[in-house]
């Protein structure tokens, strides 16, 4: 009976929370490091190069952001309390801070930077109930907009990483990146499933195997990294709160939490776990601790990385410890220079190639969620403006140039301002649908959606009850876990 009952509980446990063997954990995790180590030094390598950080100030930023990033990922995949949405997202700092950022630390120094960064996590903290509540704004109309829009933005980082030699590509740039992706493809298509599972980090080595001889891998730093350098909180001074930073930096926190909640909530469905009001609140939070830790060890505001949204679709690897994985290896690569020298080595043609694949199956889940909308004549309307503004920071950058700092934070990133536009435009065109279902009984709320979109019962995420009184990560009983 005990064998039986055993077995039961086996296949009966959710995806989201099986563990796997650590023959396979390992690379699964290594493989979400990789997707989104170039995003995570991006952000210090830039406000540190503009501030005129030396060379080995620059190394410590680096590595305290590894370390936070790793921190970040525990907490927000497994969870403690009302911290964690126990999804499998990883974090990394966010670009949406990086203008204000300089600002400050040129207007100020970087204390002023770090101490407005703890207070817009406090800040999170504080207002992430209250913005959870807002999750009956994003029905699938507006939650498969902003997923599509995440993806389809994010095509300008992989072309960043093909192209980052100059503004064209160079054929053997290029060539790395196609042959990469097209690598990706073939393992997905032929190896078997378990290969199948780690493609894109067997076509990263596939990648900088075949840069070796062309000269393209750059591993010269590996000697000079020391075996361990410890981070140390405060490392230049005590932080400081300058009233313009910090309000700065609380709507760079609102812009982030926008930008989680579409991330939170693109997992949520390509895990088959919609993403209720408590648990958005729970993750949210813990963007909000995590940066409040990243201010206090020196580095900055932390969200969901969308990349690696895409490559949970990609992999169609469930499980929340894959992150947690994923953050122990990070917190190792902050902790050892050496080893995140070996893995700086990738070159970034070739993470652009598997950038491809996985930013397009972000939008594909945008997609594939906008499949259970009715696509009238307001709802086409719904999704072609939002997209359409959301494109235009990307493909043309300084759009906003001339407008106030206040107005580029939120809509230099097409991600927020095509969220906020999403929302804006359903309310506008679906608003009485939104108020019929609101007046009507319990059982037609459950049943309607805030717009006329969908085709049978809306699910957990448009429900504008909470889905849940069960403490978070358990479904409530009598619902099905979806």
């Known amino acids: 009976m005990t064998q039986a009952t055993a077995r039961d509980t086996e296949r009966t446990t959710d995806p989201v929370d099986e563990v796997p063997r650590l023959a396979r954990l390992f690379p699964l995790g290594l493989q979400h490091v990789l997707a989104m180590y170039a995003g995570a030094v991006a952000v210090p390598l830039i406000v540190g190069g503009a501030l005129g950080y030396s060379p080995e100030d620059l190394a410590f930023l680096i590595s305290a952001d590894l370390f936070v990033a790793g921190i970040a990922s525990i907490i927000q995949s497994i969870g403690f309390w ?45 207002v992430a109930p209250f913005f959870s509540a807002l999750l009956r704004f994003f029905p699938p109309i507006v939650t498969g907009t902003v997923i599509l829009i995440i993806g389809v933005t994010l095509m300008d980082v992989a072309a960043g990483w093909i192209t980052a030699q100059g503004e064209s590509a160079a054929p053997s740039d290029l ?153 122990g290896i990070l917190v190792v690569l902050g902790l050892v220079p050496k080893v995140g020298a070996v893995v700086e080595g ?40 939002s997209l359409g503004v959301a494109l235009l920071p990307t493909v043309k950058p300084e759009i906003y140039a001339e407008f106030p700092q206040w107005f580029r934070l ?30 009507g009984s319990r059982q037609d709320e459950q049943e309607l959606a805030p717009h006329d979109a969908l085709r049978g019962p809306a699910p957990a995420v448009t429900t504008y009850e909470e889905a849940t009184s069960a403490p978070s990560g358990e479904p409530q009983p009598g619902t099905p876990d979806r």
């Open 82 to 126: 009302r911290f964690g949405v126990r999804l499998p997202l990883m974090q990394g700092v966010t670009f949406a801070a990086v203008g204000p950022m300089i600002t400050i630390g040129t207007t100020y120094d970087i204390t002023a930077v770090f101490g407005a960064t703890i207070a817009c996590g406090l800040f999170m903290i504080l």
């Open 175 to 327: 060539a790395l990146a196609a042959g990469t992706l097209l690598f990706v493809v073939l393992v997905e298509r032929f190896a078997p499933p378990a290969l199948a599972r780690v493609s894109v980090l067997l076509g990263l080595a596939l990648g900088t195997l075949v840069a070796l001889p062309m000269g393209k891998v750059d591993w010269s730093g590996v000697g000079d990294a020391g075996w361990f350098a410890l981070v140390t909180p405060f490392h230049f001074g005590l932080p400081t709160f300058p009233l313009a930073a910090v309000l700065s930096m609380l709507v760079v926190g609102l812009v982030i939490m926008t930008e989680t909640t579409g991330d939170m909530i693109a997992v949520g469905e390509i895990v088959e776990k919609p993403v209720t009001k408590r648990r958005l609140a729970d993750g949210l939070r813990a963007d909000g601790l995590s940066t409040v830790i990243g201010g206090a060890f020196n580095t900055f505001p932390y969200t969901a990385f969308a990349q690696n949204v895409g490559l949970v679709s990609l992999t169609n690897v469930k499980s929340r410890y894959v992150a947690t994985m994923a953050g």
């Open 346 to 385: 990738v070159p970034s043609a070739v993470l652009g190639g598997a950038g491809v694949a996985l930013f397009g199956m972000v939008a594909a889940s945008g997609i594939r969620s906008l499949t259970k909308v009715t696509f009238t004549n307001k709802n086409i309307l719904v999704v072609a403006v």
């Open 410 to 439: 939120i809509f230099d990133s097409g991600i927020s301002s095509g969220a906020i536009c999403a929302i804006l435009l359903n309310l506008l065109l679906n608003g009485d649908q939104l108020r019929a279902s609101r007046d």
